[in-house]
Each structure stands twice: as C-alpha cells, then as structure tokens.
C-alpha cells in the first residue's frame, strides 16, 4: 500500500516535466533545427522579426495561425504581448522593411505539416495533438 | 504621396527612358504572374495574406499600389498611380539577402492638363537595391541603393503605412531620402535597448531619382540614426546627416521624430533643422527648419479620423509655410486604406497645395 503510494505521489511529481497539459500550446520547430529549447523572449524575438537566423546560420521561418484562430489569440496573448491588429501593422511595416512577416497556415494539421517539411520552420500547436515528427521547443501555458 | 515640385524641362528623354522603363516594369509583372500562376515551384502550400506578399522558395513578392485623385485649388487635377511598387525580398544564406524595389510613380489616368510638362506620364524609378550581410543577431551590413534612415516617414513611406496621403515637406524635402554606399545597423534582439544605424555614400545616387521627382539630388551623405524603443510600435529617433549636394551646397541635419499611442490615439511628428555651407549665393536662407505634428483617432474598428500641422522654412522660402491638413481614413484591413482629406496652406509660401485629396491603397 505505501509502496502504491509513493509510486503515485512520484507519477503527480513528475507530470510537469516534458509531458503537455490540457490548453498547452507547444512551439514546435523542424527537426533539422539546431536547438533543443527556446525562452518566452527567445520565441517573441523569432516572431517579431527580431532574430532571422537559427543558431547554424539557417534561416528561422516563423509560422503563425490564421488571425482569427483560438490558438493564435493564445499563443499571442501569452509570448507576443499585443493585440491582433498591432502586430498586423507591424509586421507590414516590418517587411516593407525587408524582413518577412511569418507564415501562415490555416490549421493545426497544415501547421504540423509544414513544420514538418521545411528546413528552419517554427510553429505551434496545441497539445492536444501529437507532435510528430518535429521538435518541441516550448511549452506555453 | 509625394506632389510635384517642379516641371521637367528633360521631358523628350524622359519619355524616352519612360518607355523603357515601362516595358522594364511590364515585364517583371509579367514574369511575376507567371511564376505566382506556376504553383508547383511555391513555398510550400502557405496561404496568401494581404500585405504579406507571396512566397517562392527563398523569394517574397510583394508591392503596394496607391491610386491617388488630386483636386487642388489651383492647378492640374489629376488622377492616377501615386505608385505602383514591387518589391522583391530574399533570404538566401546569412550573407545574400537581397531587396529590390521598383516603382512606376506619378502616372495620371486623367489629367486636366492634356500634354505639356506638368501632365503625369509616369516615371520608373528604382528605389532601392541593396543587399543584407547578417553578422550577428543584432548586427547587420548593408550595401547598394536604400532609403536614408531620417524620420520615421522615409523608411516606411509606402502609402498604405503612413498617416495622409499629402507628405509634410519636412519628412522629405530637405535631406537625401536615398543613398547608395554601406550602413550598419544594430537592433537589439529583445528590443530593449536604442537601435543604430551608421550609413555612408561615397560618390552619387545609383539610378539617380528624377529632377521633378526629387529637386534635390546629392553626391555624398553620411549620418547616423538612433532609436529609442518606447514600445513595439512606439519610438524616439534622432537622426543626423551631412550631405553635399550637386550644387555644391554643403548641409549638416538634425532631426527628432517620434510615434506614441495610447488607446486609439496616435501621436507622432517629426522636426529637423539644417545648417547650410558652401555654394550658398543662390540661396534664399543658409539653414532650414521644420517640423510637423499629426495625429490620428480611430473612433470605430475600421475609421479614423487624423490630422497634421506642419510649418517649414525651406531653402529657397522667403516665408515660412504653414499647412494644416486633416482627413477620415477607412482600413477595413491592416494592408488597404481609402483616404480622404483636405489640406489648406494658411499662410507663407505654398509647399504643398490647397486643396482635396484621395487615395487608394493597397499593401499587396
């Protein structure tokens, strides 16, 4: 029984590490990238055009869900810190600038393939869905 | 929108190199809607967004149109391209990071002068064409043809991101808007602390701008700008230039811009100050001064109303130009603006007109 017990009490200790929870986004990225984890200042930087290059010298390619997406809204609130249209004017100043504004995939399925596919892409997903064949790089409350 | 300061005395070669210029432009859009039509070869299957331009490969297309209706008090009414730009932006390696800008500007549809000097038949420019070294995150070596970092407005002036339609003169009339040389910019990673950037041109401008486009043409500039970060969108930057002209006429800048929001307001304006040497004689003053003030209130999701006030002191103005402008803008999307505003010269020499403008644009 105590040994039933303590088994328990280890398996709620352990939870939090590398295992998602419900209504966690993760930050998923290529598996060519060479990088196995990434600050909330790290990420805001991808996004926000800040830093281009992965630490190989690739070329970061930051992919983003359709404006009106849950996830979005989500993964904006928490790491970006600004609203929808904000980061919209931005972004379009910032490539009239010459920096490219992240992509855009329109579901969780096309987001999990093209981060799949392409060297240097980094997105995010919810963690309800299983992060094949990429790597995850963050978990997002 | 840039108006017009001066009628073109060149324009049999203009139209010539127009020509040439046009079918230039024809042929990039061309070659463009080819390879956007030749999906197989796009960057894989990512949704087109309005103002993000379109992927392929390591490639971005992208460009903005301004339709623009001038009706000023006096003189040509006009409608037609304010601009039609293209842009090309690549990442290839840390080292190749191309960006080409091309534009056909000043192009009426309809104009009230029939032919002669002042009738709008367009002009291709080229406005930049550089390309990025990455040295490190924060780190960057420009070279080639760019726009010169003074104020805000020059380095995002496409007409879909600024505030009006009408330009104040101080945010282009008075130093290089172009150089062609090298520069190095510093951009902090966190975006914390002030961002730099160092430029020089040695000798003249690559594809030099056209007289009646910009009056003011220069063989040798150096400055620097600095900005100081107040949030994503929101800043101070000090800018300085020095700049010897094709007159011989030696100047050194100092501008301060800014941009701050709170809510639905925004406030930003610019002022510089200009201390001229050399070639002066023909000069109606030996320094120049300005500055504008504008603001903009979005009273629903997609309108807003805004305004600016600018005074300026121009080399060759005997009195000091005082305008106020003030207009209602529809956005019902990030990368599209329709505005509609009225300008009115109240007093000094007119740099700008009197009078009703629109435009139209679109971030594409």
């Given at each position: 029984?105590?040994?039933?017990?303590?088994?328990l009490?280890?398996?709620?200790?352990?939870?939090?590490i590398?295992v998602?929870?419900?209504?966690?986004?993760?930050?998923?990225?290529?598996?060519?990238?060479?990088?196995?984890?990434?600050t909330?200042?790290?990420?805001?930087?991808?996004?926000?055009?800040?830093?281009?290059?992965?630490?190989?010298?690739?070329?970061?390619?930051p992919?983003?869900?359709?404006?009106?997406?849950?996830?979005?809204?989500?993964?904006?609130?928490?790491?970006?810190?600004?609203?929808?249209?904000?980061?919209?004017?931005?972004?379009?100043?910032?490539?009239?600038?010459?920096?490219?504004?992240p992509?855009?995939?329109?579901?969780?399925?096309?987001?999990?393939?093209?981060?799949?596919?392409?060297?240097?892409?980094?997105?995010?997903?919810?963690?309800?869905?299983?992060?094949?064949?990429?790597?995850?790089?963050?978990?997002?409350p | 929108?840039?108006?017009?300061?001066?009628?073109?005395?060149?324009?049999?070669?203009?139209?010539k190199?127009?020509?040439?210029?046009?079918?230039?432009?024809?042929?990039?859009?061309?070659?463009?809607?080819?390879?956007?039509?030749?999906?197989?070869?796009?960057?894989?299957?990512?949704?087109?967004?309005?103002?993000?331009?379109?992927?392929?490969?390591?490639?971005n297309?992208?460009?903005?149109?301004?339709?623009?209706?001038?009706?000023?008090?006096?003189?040509?009414?006009?409608?037609?391209?304010?601009?039609l730009?293209?842009?090309?932006?690549?990442?290839v390696t840390?080292?190749?990071?191309?960006?080409?800008?091309?534009?056909?500007?000043?192009f009426?549809?309809?104009?009230?002068?029939?032919?002669?000097?002042?009738?709008?038949?367009?002009?291709?420019?080229?406005e930049?064409?550089?390309?990025?070294?990455?040295?490190?995150?924060?780190?960057?070596?420009?070279?080639?043809?760019?726009?010169?970092?003074?104020?805000?407005?020059?380095?995002?002036?496409?007409?879909?991101?600024?505030?009006?339609?009408?330009?104040p003169?101080?945010?282009d009339?008075?130093?290089?808007?172009?150089?062609?040389g090298?520069?190095?910019?510093?951009?902090?990673?966190?975006?914390?602390?002030?961002?730099?950037?160092?430029?020089w041109?040695?000798?003249?401008?690559?594809?030099?701008?056209?007289?009646g486009?910009?009056?003011?043409?220069?063989?040798?500039?150096?400055?620097l700008?600095?900005?100081?970060?107040?949030?994503?969108?929101?800043?101070?930057?000090f800018?300085?230039q020095?700049?010897?002209?094709?007159?011989?006429?030696?100047?050194?800048?100092?501008?301060?811009?800014?941009?701050?929001?709170?809510?639905?307001?925004?406030?930003?304006?610019?002022?510089?100050?200009?201390?001229l040497?050399?070639?002066?004689?023909?000069?109606?003053?030996?320094?120049e001064?300005?500055?504008?003030?504008?603001?903009?209130?979005?009273?629903?999701?997609?309108?807003?109303?805004?305004?600016?006030?600018?005074?300026?002191?121009?080399?060759?103005?005997?009195?000091?130009?005082?305008d106020?402008?003030?207009?209602?803008?529809?956005?019902?999307?990030p990368?599209?603006?329709?505005?509609?505003?009225?300008?009115?010269?109240?007093?000094?020499?007119?740099?700008?007109?009197?009078?009703?403008?629109?435009?139209?644009?679109?971030?594409?």
């Amino acid at each position: 029984m105590f040994q039933l017990f303590r088994t328990l009490v280890l398996l709620v200790l352990l939870l939090p590490i590398g295992v998602a929870e419900a209504g966690e986004l993760l930050v998923i990225a290529n598996p060519s990238v060479d990088t196995d984890l990434l600050t909330a200042k790290q990420i805001a930087a991808i996004y926000l055009l800040r830093v281009t290059l992965w630490a190989d010298g690739t070329q970061i390619i930051p992919v983003n869900r359709e404006a009106a997406s849950d996830l979005r809204a989500q993964f904006t609130t928490a790491l970006l810190d600004h609203d929808n249209a904000g980061l919209a004017a931005y972004w379009n100043e910032m490539h009239f600038q010459g920096k490219l504004p992240p992509l855009v995939q329109e579901s969780e399925a096309a987001m999990l393939a093209f981060v799949q596919k392409v060297p240097g892409a980094i997105g995010y997903i919810s963690a309800a869905t299983p992060a094949v064949d990429v790597k995850v790089l963050a978990h997002v409350p | 929108m840039k108006l017009k300061s001066t009628p073109s005395d060149k324009s049999l070669i203009r139209a010539k190199s127009n020509e040439t210029a046009l079918s230039i432009l024809l042929s990039f859009i061309i070659v463009l809607a080819i390879t956007i039509l030749s999906g197989p070869f796009a960057f894989a299957d990512d949704s087109y967004q309005l103002g993000h331009g379109y992927n392929i490969g390591p490639f971005n297309f992208a460009g903005y149109s301004d339709i623009v209706v001038n009706i000023p008090d006096e003189g040509h009414k006009t409608v037609g391209f304010g601009d039609l730009s293209l842009f090309v932006t690549g990442h290839v390696t840390p080292i190749f990071n191309p960006f080409i800008e091309a534009e056909l500007t000043h192009f009426d549809f309809i104009s009230s002068e029939r032919s002669g000097p002042d009738r709008g038949n367009g002009s291709f420019i080229l406005e930049r064409l550089y390309d990025d070294v990455t040295l490190t995150d924060a780190v960057t070596f420009r070279f080639g043809k760019m726009l010169a970092p003074v104020g805000e407005w020059n380095q995002i002036h496409a007409a879909p991101l600024v505030l009006a339609a009408v330009r104040p003169a101080v945010t282009d009339q008075n130093f290089s808007e172009f150089l062609t040389g090298a520069s190095l910019l510093y951009g902090d990673p966190d975006g914390e602390t002030p961002g730099l950037q160092l430029y020089w041109q040695p000798a003249g401008e690559l594809f030099e701008q056209p007289s009646g486009i910009t009056p003011d043409q220069y063989q040798q500039v150096e400055g620097l700008h600095i900005t100081y970060p107040l949030s994503l969108r929101d800043q101070i930057g000090f800018s300085f230039q020095r700049a010897r002209d094709i007159h011989g006429i030696d100047q050194s800048l100092f501008g301060l811009d800014f941009q701050y929001r709170v809510q639905k307001l925004t406030l930003q304006g610019e002022g510089t100050y200009a201390d001229l040497s050399g070639h002066t004689a023909g000069l109606v003053r030996r320094t120049e001064l300005g500055g504008y003030l504008g603001a903009s209130y979005a009273f629903a999701e997609d309108w807003s109303v805004y305004g600016w006030h600018e005074e300026f002191a121009g080399r060759q103005i005997r009195a000091t130009s005082r305008d106020i402008l003030g207009g209602v803008a529809y956005r019902p999307d990030p990368a599209m603006v329709l505005k509609f505003e009225y300008l009115e010269n109240i007093g000094g020499t007119p740099v700008n007109p009197t009078g009703l403008f629109m435009s139209w644009s679109i971030l594409f």
